[in-house]
């Protein structure tokens, strides 16, 4: 599951479902922060998000209101149409402050009628 910065503050997860599970369902992600272990079982955690799609497709989900300088250790769990969860795959990152921030606007401009 790659995570791609997306601004301070937030991070965006990818995720494909698994192409050859027939009775595929979704996805849940959770959160743990710091050095607390990865969420071990879907009740673990804070929620991030529970995604339904088909078995093959991909997905993302910007994750927002995150902290900067805070590790954030994410676990997705798959599940079938019975409500069985698989084995979670874990994925940690640290949002940054933006490398490049706006530049600041132009101060003690004068404006000069032309002739």
Not at 29 to 42: E, L, N, Q
Not at 65 to 90: P, Q, R, V
Not at 104 to 115: R, S
């Amino acid at each position: 599951m790659p995570i791609i910065p997306f601004t301070h503050f937030s991070l965006r997860l990818f995720w494909v479902k698994d192409p050859t599970d027939s009775d595929f369902k979704g996805t849940l992600i959770r959160y743990s922060t710091g050095d607390d272990p990865y969420p071990a079982t879907h009740n673990e955690g804070t929620f991030v998000c529970d995604r339904e799609a088909n078995p093959g497709s991909s997905d993302s989900f910007p994750v927002t209101g995150l902290d900067n300088g805070t590790k954030y250790n994410f676990s997705a769990f798959t599940y079938d149409e019975a409500g069985n969860y698989s084995e979670t795959a874990h994925v940690s990152a640290t949002p940054t402050e933006d490398p490049n921030p706006p530049p600041n606007p132009p101060t003690g401009l004068e404006i000069v009628n032309g002739p």
